[in-house]
Nanobody
Framework: QVQLVESGGGLVQPGGSLRLSCALS????????IGWFRQAPGKEREGVSC????????YYADSVKGRFTISRDNAKNTVYLQMNSLKPEDTAVYYC??????????????????WGQGTQVTVSS
């Protein structure tokens, strides 16, 4: 079975850091993009950061540029989201997902096919 399992969420103070991990397994068809998305209470799901599997091209939402970094470890079939200088507005459930294609310059949740269960990130003092 296709599985994406997020981990690494938790409670952190403003200005702190977290690293989220997404372990991928069970894929029969190739995927070409991996993304991190988040959904806060009362808000729609938004793309945070996405990466192309083939060439490493990345996308970041304006709100996280300079603070978040997406990366992947092909050998471990794992993608990471390093989150620094966290703000209360970063509080959300964070999901990882895969897509069968990559389009430069966008990271849209409705284009992604397989999703993890999510991990809660809470930024509060």
């Amino acid at each position: 079975q296709v599985q994406l399992v997020e981990s690494g969420g938790g409670l952190v103070q403003p200005g702190g850091s977290l690293r989220l991990s997404c372990a991928l397994s069970g894929f029969t068809l190739d995927y070409y993009a991996i993304g991190w998305f988040r959904q806060a209470p009362g808000k729609e799901r938004e793309g945070v950061s996405c990466i192309s599997v083939s060439d490493g091209s990345t996308y970041y939402a304006d709100s996280v540029k300079g603070r978040f970094t997406i990366s992947r470890d092909n050998a471990k079939n794992t993608v990471y989201l390093q989150m620094n200088s966290l703000k209360p507005e970063d509080t959300a459930v964070y999901y990882c997902a895969t897509d069968t294609s990559w389009t430069t310059g966008r990271c849209r949740s409705y284009e992604y096919d397989y999703w993890g269960q999510g991990t809660q990130v809470t930024v509060s003092s």
